[in-house]
């Protein structure tokens, strides 16, 4: 196993030989778990701050009241607005009933219906506006901003996000976005790349689209080398990617990888092996773009309801008071980064978390506003900075790098949290459910020194395999192809939501038995090393007991003395049925002979005999009290497929 002794302590008792989870004592550890605590503990809230490294060289038209305006002026108090000004197009957004209803309220104050931010002395830079025709120049104008300021490492972390270019990093096939009416797939050997080539990436949902719509937006075996040598007319595509190519050539970008485009896709095409390089794919792309507020690729993101107008920009030169200097006004609306991105479409499915967190930052297009997210926190078009100490895991561009330098406890909740919540996400073919996350778990594997198979890290093997259905759902068991089936000890076997067992850290002792076993090599592609993987365990049968209907284990007088959570809905377990020991409670409770010690369990179902041993496939996991388990003098080690 590759679970290092420095995280838990051998305890050598009676029927058998269990690990403790405890942690080091040095210093380092010791900070990681304050620092980590003041994570966790956090509320997932948004901490909000005024964008004070936007430098946008507006032009503004402006009344001569506005010119030199008090922002301590009372909203009650203001005049007649000009209607060919900027700043009194915007002031008059704020409701009459609001003036009247706040007589005090100054213009400073009035954050629900103006934002007010202050300009930095330094001289702004001039921003160049690359060829093309942008329904969204100012918006656009914005997020090249965005990138200015991470790119000279002003976004809170020293050196930018930006990953160097580099040729040798490109993915397969880019698509060159070009100038004009046509766009060209591209493979990205050193006879079509430039030693200095970056790309974009574009997150997207497929959508439920028809034969005719899916042929537009995907390439096959048949018109992959028409595309590559004579391009295709941008106005042919979906709006989505049409919109995706526009943004590319105002961000000055000359190649974008779009996955239906650039994997070939159907009968002798290669999805199956370029699926595998997501991890890349996103973290070596120049920024991604996610078309977040888009149901399918015919949606587009740029026609978003809010319009142009609705969301005004202004400089004043200066205002009464010296003190307040050149400042930026703009029209409020509500910075809702959980809601419209979090909670939008695009992140309810499977394929787009790992899409997500792999990429190093993000321009995020959503009904109501743009939003930019990198390492230094998410930036929203109001001008304003946010930052979230719940989601900075996530945003770390150097993901999941960082998770090696957390505490223990820590790396176990944030694993678990990622896979929780990939299993409520939506996904087209239930079958890709191992694939969709595949890039997202090999980066965690590395990060830790581990293997991960089928959703289970080798260093936190006993905290993985405790997996259940959540609350009030239910799994399917999906049909696989055999060679790609996962094992019964799986999640990813199922369709469906699933939650872990919470056990306190150092109350569990893990046996130190269960341990992963090569097994033939397997076509699967999940595992790190290419192998196959079954699970061993010390295996035990429960006595005096039954398990009723709704996975209860009642003694011979009807006492409740264990539990046990069905993988499906259809559990039935024997009276005498097997179990493979997982851990037991730290804890006696003032029970001497330790006789209701709570067992963590997995529950098994008896397979054939396979050279003079048991073999067992899981059914459930829960507990169970050791009174109720036969212990023999000899341990019955089997293998769980």
């Known amino acids: 196993m590759a679970t290092s002794s420095s995280n838990f302590l051998v305890s050598r008792r009676h029927h058998g030989v269990y690990w403790k989870e405890v942690s080091s004592s040095n210093i380092e ?12 503990g956090a509320k997932d809230e948004w901490t909000p701050s005024p964008d004070s490294k936007i430098r946008l060289d507006l ?5 001569n009241r506005c010119r030199t305006i008090d922002l301590g002026t009372y909203l009650s108090s203001l005049p ?85 270019p580099d040729r040798s990093r490109m993915p397969t096939r880019v698509i060159d976005v070009g100038d004009g009416y046509t766009a060209c797939l591209v493979l990205t050997d050193k006879e079509n790349m430039s030693e200095g080539a970056q790309y974009i990436a574009l997150s997207h949902c497929w959508g439920m689209l028809s034969e005719k719509q899916r042929e537009k937006s995907r390439t096959t075996t048949n018109n992959e080398k028409e595309w590559r040598t004579q391009g295709f007319p941008v106005k042919e595509l979906p709006r989505t990617f049409q919109d995706a190519i526009s943004v590319t050539r105002e961000l000055g970008q000359r190649y974008l990888w779009i996955d239906s485009l650039c994997i070939i896709q159907g009968e002798g095409g290669d999805w199956a092996t370029e699926a595998t390089k997501m991890e890349a794919v996103f973290k070596n792309a120049y920024c991604t773009i996610a078309a977040t507020s888009a149901k399918d690729s015919t949606d587009g993101f740029l026609n978003r309801p809010l319009k142009e107008i609705d969301l005004r920009y202004v400089v004043v030169p200066r205002s009464s008071k010296p003190s307040d200097g050149k400042v930026y006004i703009c029209t409020s609306i509500d910075d809702d980064f959980d809601g419209d991105v979090t909670k939008g479409v695009l992140n309810t499915r499977a394929w787009v978390l790992q899409e997500r967190a792999l990429s190093r930052r993000t321009i995020h297009f959503t009904k109501r506003q743009t939003y930019w997210e990198c390492g230094g926190g998410v930036r929203c078009e109001t001008l304003t900075h946010m930052k979230n100490a719940n989601l900075s895991f996530q945003s770390d561009p150097e993901f999941p ?8 406890s820590t790396q176990i909740q944030l694993f678990q949290s990622l896979f929780r919540n990939y299993s409520t996400f939506g996904i087209a073919e239930h079958t890709d459910r191992p694939v969709a996350i595949e890039s997202l778990a090999k980066a965690l594997a590395k990060a830790l020194d581990t293997v991960v198979y089928y959703g289970i890290f080798e260093c936190f093997l006993h905290r993985s395999l405790m997996w259940q259905p959540a609350q009030n759902a239910s799994l399917e068991k999906i049909t696989y192809e055999d060679n790609r089936m996962p094992p019964s000890w799986s999640w990813m076997l199922y369709h469906g939501q699933i939650q872990y067992l919470q056990l306190e850290f150092r109350e569990v002792e893990w046996d130190h038995s269960v341990q992963f076993i090569d097994d033939k090599p397997s076509d699967s592609g999940t595992s790190s090393k290419g192998h196959g993987y079954v699970l061993e365990a010390r295996v035990r049968r429960l006595r005096d007991c039954k398990v009723n209907s709704e996975g209860v284990i009642l003694d011979n007088d009807a006492n409740e003395v264990g539990l046990v959570n069905f993988d499906t809905q259809s559990g039935n377990f024997p009276p005498e049925g097997p179990c493979a020991i997982m851990g037991r409670e730290t804890r006696d409770d003032g029970d001497v002979d330790g006789l209701e010690r709570k067992y963590y369990v997995l529950f098994l179902a008896e397979g054939a005999m396979q050279l003079g041993r048991g073999t067992f496939t899981r059914v459930g996991m829960g507990s169970i009290q050791q009174r109720f388990l036969h212990f023999s003098d000899q341990d019955d080690m089997a293998r769980i497929f």
């Open 80 to 164: 007649y607005l000009n209607n060919s000004c900027d700043l009194c197009q915007i002031l008059s957004k704020i409701p009459e009933d609001a003036r009247n209803k706040n007589p005090e309220m100054r213009l400073s104050e009035a954050s629900e219906y103006v934002r007010i931010r202050a300009v930095p002395e330094s001289k702004p830079k001039h921003i160049s506006n690359p060829k093309g025709n942008s329904r969204s120049s100012l918006r656009l104008e914005l997020v090249r901003e965005w990138i200015r300021i991470c790119d000279e490492g002003q976004c809170s972390r020293s050196g930018g996000c930006c990953p160097d």
């Open 401 to 408: 790098r960082s998770i090696k330098y957390r505490y223990v």
């Open 29 to 40: 550890n010791r900070k990681k778990r304050v620092a980590d605590r003041r994570r966790l």
């Open 59 to 63: 032009s503004s038209k402006l009344c």
